[in-house]
């Protein structure tokens, strides 16, 4: 929070009451809300925020490695201020995220193709059914 804060004001960006908010509303979070989920939810107390303001703050977050910004789908975008390496699980029918432990060592372990100068970082993204849904499309066994 204290370094969200700093690296705002190094670069330039105002501290306004909603980003303070925006980082304290994400601080210790594992539950990756998407911008839409952080507007409902800090709007009632910040009638001046905006989701430009969600986007804009989480943008200068990421860039400064202070999170993680999820483009595990493509309607919606999703934060994790995590940074321990893990990889992340989507639910193709509930949209549900879960952190999935990946080893980034052995991913990383190829011959760099010739044009490519280094490699700086990955984002893992699995899919499929989380147990609530699985059950939800097998049909009942019968007595
Ligand atoms: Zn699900
Ligand atoms: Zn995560």
């Known amino acids: 929070m204290d370094e969200g804060i700093r690296y705002l004001q190094n670069s330039g960006a105002k501290i ?3 980003r303070v908010a925006i980082m304290q509303s994400l601080e210790n979070r594992y539950d990756h809300p998407s911008a839409e989920q952080l507007f409902i939810e800090l709007k009632p107390k910040h009638p001046t925020l905006s989701i430009a303001t969600i986007y804009s703050t989480t943008q200068l977050l990421a860039r400064a490695s202070l999170l993680r910004i999820l483009s595990i789908d493509e309607k919606k975008v ?16 509930c949209k549900r995220l879960f952190d999935i432990p ?42």
């Open 78 to 93: 999703y934060f994790d201020p995590n940074l321990t390496p893990h990889g992340h699980f989507m639910c193709r029918t």
């Open 16 to 18: 306004t009451e909603t």
């Open 102 to 143: 990946v080893d980034y060592e052995s991913i990383f372990r190829f011959d760099t193709p010739s044009g490519i100068s280094s490699v700086e970082a990955a984002e893992v993204f699995f899919y499929g059914l989380c147990t609530k849904c699985d059950g939800k499309r097998r049909p009942m066994a019968k007595v």
